[in-house]
């Protein structure tokens, strides 16, 4: 990541990807409260990305990062294969998951250092099947990192904090979480989805309050999210959107202008990065992102100044020694 940082700043280049969010199926076995996947995506649900398709995308975008997400892409049959195609071109991946299917599936796949299943666990027990509107999904996905760790796979996990997430919950899970030694723990803010119309989620004065009450959490974790976004999540500093940072590609194209807002899809990388005005959100002129500070918007914006402040740097040295 540093190489590709440094060869872009060389080269003066203003906007490029770090993370490509790769979406090869909108599909998905369960009904979160929160996922506006399924909503969105209703009429183009039994499309799907083949292989070629994933890995024509993971060339024109270039970023050193592979996010395989969706949908559930544990659904697709050949998903073992796009994965092995794509580590073989000395790519990281993050495979998102709900881990309902991990379990099952780990055949499919072979522990390498640069691949990390990445589990969703938005809460300890019944507080997480309670969002994700099935009984026994807790139980399954932590049998599934259970077993991913037993046959050496790296294991993180993303928790989504919700307006009525509690804190005694969530202390519990990061406890079972430290016991099962994962890799990693990605923590962010319920974020508003166009197409979901539930109160469920946050905005950014309640985000602030939220993660300043939980931040004693944290402490002790292999987290994920870098220091830098923690302290922005608690209003502790600044930072600017960077919605080019983590392009998104799924069946329908290359999605404007981000992860979360829908403007149009289009063809190509080129197309997506030359045709949209990165200008209007990175300013946050657009009101869809008054209360956007989801990690995928942000998490690019540290990594891009991290270099700029000496202070920062030590802290960021020191949470890649801890993760």
């Known amino acids: 990541m ?13 906007r490029f990807p770090l993370v490509l969010m790769l979406e090869p199926t909108h599909q998905c076995n369960l009904n979160c409260s929160g996922c506006g996947r399924i909503r969105e995506y209703a009429d183009s649900l039994h499309r799907s990305l083949s292989l070629e398709e994933c890995l024509a995308s993971v060339d024109e975008a270039g970023a050193p990062v592979v996010t395989v997400t969706g949908g559930e892409p544990l659904l697709l049959p050949n998903l073992g294969r796009i994965i092995r195609e794509i ?17 099952e599936k780990l ?5 390498d250092v640069r ?6 666990l938005d809460g300890f027990g019944e507080a997480h099947d309670r969002i994700l509107g099935w009984r026994g999904v807790f139980d399954a996905a932590v049998e599934a990192i259970r077993s991913a ?54 905005d950014r004065e309640e985000i602030v309050h939220k993660f300043n009450s ?34 998104t590609r799924n069946p329908k194209g290359w999605k404007s202008p981000c992860y979360l807002i829908t403007d149009t899809h289009y063809a190509s990388f080129d197309e997506l990065m030359e045709k949209t005005d990165w200008d ?27 270099g700029s402040h000496p202070s920062d740097l030590i802290k960021m040295i020191r949470w890649n020694l801890d993760v």
């Open 149 to 202: 760790k037993k046959e050496g796979f790296r294991v993180s996990t993303n928790t989504t904090v919700y307006k009525d997430s509690d804190p005694s919950n969530l202390a519990r899970l990061l406890d079972m979480l430290r016991r099962l030694d994962v890799d990693g723990i990605l923590v962010s803010p319920a974020f508003d989805y166009e197409s979901v119309n539930e109160d469920l989620f946050l």
């Open 2 to 14: 540093m190489r590709y940082l440094l060869s872009n700043g060389i080269h003066r280049i203003k």
């Open 115 to 120: 691949l990390t299943f990445n589990v969703h």
């Open 87 to 103: 580590l073989d071109r000395g790519k990281h991946v993050f495979l998102c998951t709900n881990g309902t299917l991990l379990k």
């Open 107 to 111: 055949a499919d796949f072979s522990p």
């Open 280 to 306: 209007r959100y990175e300013s946050g002129k657009d009101l869809r992102c008054r209360n956007c500070m989801v990690h995928c918007g942000f998490e690019p914006s540290v990594a891009r100044s991290v």
């Open 214 to 247: 939980l931040s004693y959490l944290f402490d002790g974790c292999r987290m994920i999210s870098s220091p830098i976004y923690l302290e922005f999540l608690s209003g502790k500093r600044d930072l600017r959107c960077t919605p080019w940072g983590n392009p």
